[in-house]
Structures are given as structure tokens and as C-alpha cells.
């Protein structure tokens, strides 16, 4: 406690020893600290809020803000979004949803959720309908580019006549998101998807509009239009091809000359037919596939008097004769079948071959031809070059006009200075501006110090006179003024001016003066 009130004296002795602007300024220092403090505990105690649902249509704004209001929880409404505290998004989200308050054009097949008796066969129909154009737009909202979506389909009657089936027809309505755009093939995904949805519905049938009234379907499934887009296409893969080789030969060969000092183009050209392609082969040696050997014997006796034959040798009868002859023959046949062997190749080329490429480097400065030949074996090497293909590699040494490049590059330097002067000038202005801010703050202080210390004075003075004329008072004696009236006023002024300036002789003149009178 005792050291609490040292500390307490030395601060309030401080306080006593500061003029009044070093309190004001002090003052002001404290409030200011306070009141940032204040203010930042303000902030972080604030309740944040963060959206819980955003683009909503009205019917769905109304429905939401009577839920919040129900559980009476705080809420705040910006265009077409409503925001709530931050702790508590997550909770309500599912509370909403939970509940049927679904924020979207339409309730899709929760429709159905709610059960309802007496429903005629139109009623469920139309609430089909109701639901699956709710379900098609919430899956097209699903996507990158959509903002908003709606989807209106024509669904027709069910008829046993076959003659008297039509076709069901649909449109979409798309609102896609700032500086967001559909390329034709995300088109033909979104009329896929609807088609795919709806029983009897044609791609044809399906039209496709954005918010700006642009029929982006148009001649979406046209043959010719789509040809010209291919070959656009197969156009930019050439590019694509020709850029990273470029890309790839002119960082080689900067390395060596230098930035800015070698310039290369390379024409690609592509083939993106697809193509089968079947080789059947012979081997030169026939193969062995069958072989077949007969072989045949016969014995032929005749006589006289005796005979013989198949039939009665098997049946083991015998004719005797008194004379007899024979005959044996032999027959041998061997059957061979080759076979010529062969192999079959199929090879499918998928579509993108190089058909030719033709190269071109220029270089800045000269070249003799053993360095043109270095070059362009690196180049043949780096782009795949290929002599039998037809490829063409051309190497050139010409000197590079760089007038252009130079001028560029003096306006650039020239831009940059302009850029540094205004930043200095801008630099100069805000100094000037702080000189001058502290120039006055400094004559105001010191035209205050100078005011304070003339009332001083005045002060002072004013009690001199006061005691001069209680002690010495004024004889009321009649004289004859020795000096006009201008000649006074100036001397009464030299003597306040004098006493102001010097107090200390005057109040030892005065002094002297009372000493003498008593004598």
C-alpha cells in the first residue's frame, strides 16, 4: 500500500507539474485508448451472421422468415438472402429442410410426401409434372455455371391409338452466374438430361434459353454445323501441338544464344482420321498338316480243274484240281496335305498422327554450316523429326531489327519514370502536407504560450500598479503639465513596456523609493 501511494503521489505530482495542454493532450491519449478498447470488445461480442439461404423467391423468403420468427431467432434480410447467427446456420438449415421449407422453385417429389385423399388421376398428373420439372431444374442448378433454373414440360395424354401419340416437348430457362457461359457441349448435356428424364420427349423437342433471350439450342444437333465445329476443333489441337513444340525448342536454344535472340515456328499437320488397319502374313515354309498311307496286297491262283475265290476261302471251301497257277500284287498310295502358315496383325490408329511437320529456326547474328548442322540435329531430336515422313527442318542466320523492340522498351522506361515522378511528387505532397500540418500546430502552440504569458504579464503588472498606488498614493497638488498629452502617452507606454520587460528594477527602484520616504 505504501509503495501504491508513492506511486499514486508521483503520478499526481506529475500531473500538477503539466501546463494545460500536456493535460488536454494526455487526456485525450486515455480517452482514446479506452475507447478503442471498447470498441474492439464491441466487435468481437458482436453476434456475426452468415447467410442461410441466398437467391430465393419470395414465396420461399415469406415461408423461412415465419419459421425463424417461430423459433424466434434473430435474422437479417439482404436482397434476396436472408442471414442469421453464425452459430446457429448449420442447425437451422436442417431445421428448414427438415420441416418442408425448402428453398427452391418448387418442392420436387416431396410433393408426394404429403398424403392427401380423394385425388383425381388430373390432379396426380398434374402434380407429376409439378414435381419432375422441380427435380430437373434443382439438377440443373447443380452445375458450375447455373444460377437459377426452370424447366416448363409438355407432357401429352395417353391415348391406346398409336396414330394419335405425340411426342412430349420441354424449355428450359437458365440464369447463369456472372461472366459464366455454356459451351455447346454443356448444352447438348443439359437437353441430354432432360430428354433422359421425360418419357417420349425427343432431343429435338427441348429448347434451351438463357436470361439475355438467347436460344442457345439453336442448330445444336445440326450435321454441317457440327462438322465446322470439329474441324475447328481439330484446328486448335494442331495449334495446341504446334505452341509446345515451339514452346519446348525455343527454351533449348535460348539457353545457348540468349533471350530474344532465336525466333522458331513449327507447322504441324495432323491426321484425325481414325483407322483399322489388317496385315495377314505367310510363313515361307509350308507345315505338315494331315498325311495318310495305304497300303494293298492281293494273291490271284487259277488251274484247270480247280478255282478259288473270297467267298469260298472264307467259307473254307476248297476245289482240287490236278493243276494249278498264282499271282501276287502289291499296292502302296501315301496322301500328304500342307498347310501354308500365315499371321495376322490389326492395328486400330487412333486419330491425331502427325502426318508432316515442318520446322523453321531463325537466329540473330551468323552462322557457318558445321553450327547450322548442330542446330539442326538438336531440332530433329526435340520435335520428332522424321526424313521418310516428309518432315522439313529449315536453319537461318539473319540479323534481327530490333527498332521495335528498343522503341518499347524506351517508352516502357519512359512510362516508368513517369510513374516514379508521380510517386515522388505524390511522396512530396504528403511530406508538404505534414510540414505544414506541424508548421501550424507548432505557431498555434507557440501563439498560445505567447498569449499565456502576455496575460501573465498583465497580471503582473496589473498588481504592480495596484501596490504603487495603495502605497503611493497621488498627492492632489495642481501642476502645469510639462509634456502634451501625445508626449505622455508614449513615455507612460515606455515605462510599462520597461516594466514588463524588467520587474525586478522596478520593484527594487520602487523599493529605494519607500526607504527614502521613510527617511
Known amino acids: 500500500m505504501d509503495k501504491l501511494k508513492e506511486l499514486l503521489g508521483k503520478i ?63 435474422y437479417k434480410i439482404q436482397g434476396n438472402s436472408i442471414l442469421v447467427p453464425k452459430s446457429k446456420v448449420d442447425e437451422l438449415r436442417l431445421t428448414v429442410l427438415e420441416n418442408g421449407y425448402l428453398p427452391s422453385d418448387g418442392q420436387g417429389w416431396s410433393l408426394f410426401d404429403q398424403s392427401k385423399f380423394g385425388v383425381t388421376d388430373t390432379e396426380a398428373k398434374i402434380m407429376y409434372q409439378r414435381a419432375l420439372q422441380d427435380e430437373l431444374a434443382r439438377t440443373i442448378e447443380s452445375f458450375d455455371e447455373v444460377e437459377k433454373a426452370r424447366v416448363h414440360l409438355v407432357l401429352p395424354d395417353d391415348t391406346v391409338f398409336a396414330r394419335d401419340t405425340s411426342k412430349a416437348r420441354a424449355s428450359v430457362t437458365l440464369k447463369l452466374k456472372y461472366n459464366k457461359t455454356l459451351s455447346q457441349d454443356k448444352v447438348k448435356a443439359i437437353v441430354a438430361l432432360v430428354s433422359g428424364s421425360v ?22 444437333f445440326d450435321d454441317t454445323l457440327n462438322g465446322t465445329s470439329s474441324a475447328l476443333k481439330q484446328r486448335d489441337i494442331e495449334r495446341q501441338f504446334e505452341n509446345q513444340l515451339e514452346k519446348d525448342v525455343l527454351s533449348m536454344l535460348e539457353t545457348v544464344f540468349g533471350k530474344d535472340k532465336v525466333t522458331v515456328k513449327i507447322n504441324a499437320d495432323m491426321d484425325f482420321d481414325s483407322k483399322s488397319i489388317t496385315t495377314i502374313s505367310y510363313d515361307k515354309d509350308a507345315i505338315i498338316r494331315s498325311q495318310h498311307k495305304i497300303k494293298e496286297s492281293s494273291n490271284d491262283s487259277s488251274g484247270a480243274g480247280a478255282g478259288s475265290s473270297p467267298i469260298d476261302n472264307n467259307m473254307s471251301n476248297t476245289l482240287a484240281n490236278g493243276s494249278s ?23 486400330i490408329k487412333a486419330p491425331g498422327e502427325v502426318k508432316r511437320l515442318s520446322v523453321s529456326v531463325i537466329i540473330d ?155
Request: glycine share 4%; hydrophobic share 35%; proline share 2%.
Open 199 to 220: 418419357k417420349d420427349l425427343p432431343k429435338e423437342n427441348v429448347e434451351v434459353i438463357d436470361s439475355n433471350m438467347n436460344l442457345l439450342s439453336e442448330n445444336l
Open 12 to 74: 499526481k505530482e506529475k500531473w500538477t507539474s503539466f501546463n494545460l495542454t500536456k493535460k488536454v493532450l494526455v487526456l485525450s491519449l486515455i480517452t482514446l485508448f479506452f475507447t478503442g478498447i471498447i470498441l474492439s470488445a464491441v466487435y468481437l461480442t458482436k453476434e456475426k451472421y452468415e447467410v442461410l439461404f441466398s437467391n430465393l423467391q419470395p414465396q420461399d423468403s415469406q415461408a423461412i422468415v415465419e419459421k425463424l420468427k417461430e423459433q424466434k431467432v434473430s
Open 365 to 519: 547474328g551468323s552462322l557457318n554450316d558445321a553450327e547450322k548442322q548442330t542446330i539442326k540435329n538438336i531440332v530433329a531430336a526435340a520435335t520428332g523429326y522424321d526424313e521418310a515422313r516428309g518432315d522439313r527442318i529449315n536453319i537461318e542466320a539473319l540479323a534481327f531489327n530490333n527498332e521495335a523492340k528498343e522503341k518499347a522498351q524506351k517508352d516502357l522506361e519512359e512510362i516508368q519514370k513517369q510513374l516514379e515522378q508521380k510517386e515522388k511528387i505524390k511522396q512530396y505532397s504528403y511530406i508538404g502536407a505534414a510540414g505544414l500540418a506541424l508548421l501550424f500546430g507548432l505557431i498555434a502552440f507557440i501563439r498560445s504560450r505567447r498569449r499565456k504569458k502576455q496575460e501573465k504579464e498583465l497580471e503582473q503588472q496589473h498588481h504592480l500598479d495596484v501596490v504603487i498606488s495603495d502605497v503611493l498614493p497621488k498627492p492632489q497638488v495642481e501642476y502645469q503639465p510639462l509634456l502634451n498629452e501625445e508626449e505622455e502617452m508614449d513615455l507612460e507606454k515606455e515605462i510599462k513596456n520597461y516594466a514588463s520587460k524588467k520587474p525586478e528594477q522596478v520593484v527594487e527602484v520602487i523599493k529605494t523609493w519607500l526607504a527614502e520616504d521613510e527617511r
Open 325 to 347: 497257277q498264282s499271282s501276287n500284287t502289291q499296292r502302296e498310295e501315301e496322301l500328304t496335305n500342307y498347310e501354308v502358315g500365315q499371321t495376322e496383325e490389326k492395328i
